[in-house]
């Protein structure tokens, strides 16, 4: 038993314990409805600005790329342009490739020796896809939500809605319907990558040991806000009318409380808005410093380009002078050339 | 400790595997063979580096000042706010565990705080406590094993200097972390950190002392130096036959400076590595008129500074740019070094430049600028000679390098903070007949560290030195039983001094050189008796007159 | 002169287990990045491991020589030697194998029992082989403790008829 993932889903239960009781039994629907969710934008307002000021306020002192080919040199050698980059463009690629497919995480699964061809390496490969699943499904879950946010709903969240629900798959049963409304794809896989994560936080003997309850953390969270979300959706079918006109009006800055949407969206709310509040005092925020990781955002054009160090500072040397003061008799019965013959 | 364990028990004994506690709470253990000595005070004190005193690591006590916790928290404090490198990759790490198996070192030695992400969390937890407020909170209220922060005690210090002299800041890891996470950064700020405690070993210590009065490492004084150059030419006569005019040393007015790492003058086999320079540099005279000078006082490449901090790197590296200026030559030649190459690559042009006093670099021989060293004015020596071979300006004999079956070990600075994977591998082919690759995933960006970089290739930490060398010998071993393979040739000055240690113990049948003793051995020069043999007097394939033994 | 087949037909099982006793040796965290396998060349130790218990084990049941069991063990010991094991813990994987053969084997009849006994006694000897091995290791260690920064810095101020000078000077 680990303490840290007991903790973390502990605490998960109990905030959404809270967002019920909170509803259900103390009836502080103002509250859970209204002040958490602007509490929770604030801190992550200030949070986010604070953090991303702050790396930006340290300085960057020397361009060191790590580079991953072949450097720009002669003429005829071919430069690995993206994975070494010379110029900006080459610097934009690159972090392209390494926001958009996690290039750096893909290599984890490259070069594989054919003798020996075991199990660690699906495992590794399945960090990459359960990684790019988990972001682009919670990319597309976020878009989606937008449909709560505007009337008309913007063209391109019914496209990508469209899209989302392509593959349409019904299920009838007596007590059990699914198909209706359309299954959206996205809010499955964002479950299935996170419980892959978990399982290989929990099971892999390593990664376990180097695990903070912080880790463990945002994947309940967020496992309990899929869960939640798509309980609502496809079981407990709640209002979503009203649930509309309540997300407008807290976008509108005129919150009005909303009526009889059923628990279990409280519990939702709820815990996106400790998802939201949490974000930027987390690990979660590799996702600003990212884009600011010295050893991928620079061009490794160190001896073609001079950077500047700001707060380069002059230092004592040993001077030449110095080292011929102290060898000058040796260097000359040796022959070699001095500054001052005596 | 408890009771004495009864025979029959030493076989369910396990020196590692128990107690499974959290890496919090496992003490750091200094094992023998896995660290280096102390630094000697005398060294400390004499480059002007902070608190120089005397302590030994296995002792209780290391007598630090008493307002210790105070300096590394204000050190930390200040270099948040100098290194954005290390405030992002403080803050950002996700633990996925991508970097977790791509440390040698923790290949090698199965030690869980060889991870790369548990050595930077060793940092990062002083980091959450002192100076997140999320962190504090957290710790206040559900302690330290759950937010992952704590306390700076003189333990979590010890476990630092344990382990931030276990890392050759090689930056392997860097590769595969999806945010660029670099241990080398983590590792380079962590020992900055315990140098303002003196906290250094000796064997990264006493170069940069010596280096700083001598200009090399070893501490070599001039008339050595120039001894051991005069002492080369003679060699390369007799094992070659050929009359290489001495070089000149502190030539005012020369074209180029050389630069290379005192390895390669005072140490096998880079003794042979300086005699490949020296017979290239003596056919690029006598053939082309190279002008090319070598120098007593920036005698030393290498730069352990770099292991200590970025300033006292800033102070060795000064050398190269002030004799550059003393002697008014056009640009800089460096030789084949690992994070001597680092160093000039990302860092000399910003500490110790602008060289507006140096001209573009341009080959004299085939009128190539080198572009790409426009700024820095320094061209590294692999760029040099495969630009020399494209234009054919070397008559090469590749046959007489025919008893040799070469592999090519990519050096961790040269491949990882510069990328010059290409042109050492096309000299190599040009000047060798059998070349063979080692295994894609542990070449080239993703090559093995040699195990004893960053100034750890010092003697007492030898099992450390052969257990971090492992996955790279275990390449070389591959190569040596499928190809045959019978040498290991590198450019760097540190492999060519560790890789025999590394080669005697898991692999005995392979040697090791640098890239120019094969460019040497391959040198047709005009109107040379024929060669019997390479340069370290080994006989070549077909040259069976005396042989009497392999 | 038996050969030993129920243990041969059972080697992958043997072999699975004697592993994972191996592999338990080490740090949790360790063993169970070594039980996943996988490369070669990512994960050596892992390689090692396995390559070398199944060399060995081969050697066992086909009667194999001193000589080749050193050469098969030599892989697993080298690397041992060198990872902070006491001398002890380095080498007692070698008598994990006669639990292991007799949780996998019924001695069911009197053949089988004596083959189990023959495999006593050759494990025993080979424990004794991996002890010179350990020892040969190790003394190669200090070996290159002792003789590295003389053998190449010195032998080349040898060689310059330098080492004279270097002593007086400074």
Redesign the interface.
Known sequence: MN??YL?SFTVVVALAMIAWAGIDVWGLNGLFCIAVPYVAAILFIIGFAK?VL???????????P?????????P???Q?KI??P?TTTGVVMRMFF?IVL?R??F??T??K?KDNYRLSYRW?IF?WVA?LAFHYAFAVVVLRHLRFFFEPVPQFVQLLEKADSFFRFEFFAPFFKIGLPGVYLSGFVLLGALLFLLG?RIF?G??R???????YFPLFLIIGIAASGILMRYFAKVDVIAIKEFAMGLASLHPKVPEGVGAIFYVHLFLVSVLVAYFP???L??AG??F?????NLA??????????P??YS??????EE??E??RE??I??????EKEQ | MGNDIKPEE??A??????P?T??MDTPVEI????YCYAANPKSVEYV?LPYPHKWDPLEEDWHLPDNWQQIIHEGMKQR??????????M????????C??KCHFY??????KN?P??RA?LLRSVYRNDF???GKIMKKV?GK????ARDLTIDVLKEWWYYFFQCTEC?RC?????????TA?ITIMGRELLNLLGLNIDWIATPVANC????NH???????Y???LD?FVD?IEEFTGIKVDPPQ????GADILFITPSGDV???PG?YTCMGYLMLFDYLKKVYGLDITWS??ASEGGNFGFFTS??TM??LN??MY??AK?LGVKWILGGECGHMWRV????M???N??ADFLEEPVSPITG?V???????K?VHIA?FT??LI?HGKLNLDPSRNDHLKVTFHDSCNP?????????PR?VIKNVCNHFYEM????I???TFCCGSGAGLNA??N??LR??GG??RA??VK?VHEKFGVNMLACICAVDR?VF??LM???VPEVGVTGLHELVANALVFPGEPERTMDLRGEPLLGAQEDVDEE | MSHESGIAREKNRILKAWFEHVA????????S??NQKG???????S??ISESLEKVFDGLVEDAGVNELSESIDPLV??RA?????P??SI?FV??LKKILRDVITADDSEVAMDLELMDKKIDGLALICFDKFME?RE??YE???C??R???F???E????LL??KN??
């Not at chain 2, 803050?91 to 991508?98: E, K, L, M, Q």
Request: net charge positive; hydrophobic share 35%.
């Open positions: 303490l840290n903790f953090k702050g790396w930006a306020d340290s300085y960057v002192p020397f361009r060191i790590t580079t991953c080919g072949q450097e720009k040199s002669l005829w050698i071919k690995n994975d070494n010379s390494e996690f750096s995480l290599r984890n490259k070069a020796f590794e960090l990684a290989r892999l390593q990664v040991y180097v695990s903070l309850a912080s880790d005092y987390s690990k925020m590799h410093g990212i600011l990781s010295p050893t991928r490794n054009n160190n001896r073609e380009k001079r950077h500047i160090n707060w380069n230092v004592k040397t040993h001077t030449y080292y011929e102290e060898f040796k260097m019965e040796a022959g070699i050339p001095v | 030493l076989l004994r396990t020196d590692f595997g128990t499974a959290g890496w094992r023998e063979g896995m002007g948040l706010e100098r290194f954005r490198s290390f405030k992002v990759f803050d950002i790490c996700v633990r996925c565990g991508a977790a198996d290949l090698g030695t199965g030690d869980p991870m992400v548990l969390e997140t407020t999320a559900f094993k759950i937010s992952g930056r860097s590769v595969f972390c999806p945010y660029g996470i670099d950064e700083y009065r001598t200009g070893l501490g070599i004084q001039p008339h050595a120039k001894d051991m002492f060699d040393l502190n030539k005012k005072f140490a096998d003794t007593t006082y970025h300033e800033k102070r000064a050398k002030a004799e003393r000039i690559h990302q860092y042009d910003t500490v430049g602008p190539t080198f572009e790409n060293a426009r700024s820095t320094m760029e495969a630009d494209k491949s990882r903070g510069m990328g010059i994977l290409e042109e096309y295994p894609p995933n542990t080239r960006e993703q003697g007492e030898m099992e052969m257990s492992l996955p275990n390449a591959y001094a025999p240690a005697e113990y898991w | 338990d040796t080490y740090a949790k965290q360790t063993a990045f070594l490369d070669r060349f990512a994960n050596p130790v390689a090692i080298r690397v060198v990872q902070g094991f006491s002890s813990a007692s008598f994990f290791c190669k260690i290159l403790k002792a590295e920064v053998n190449r810095t032998r080349a101020f060689r310059a008829g330098l000078n270097s000077g400074g």
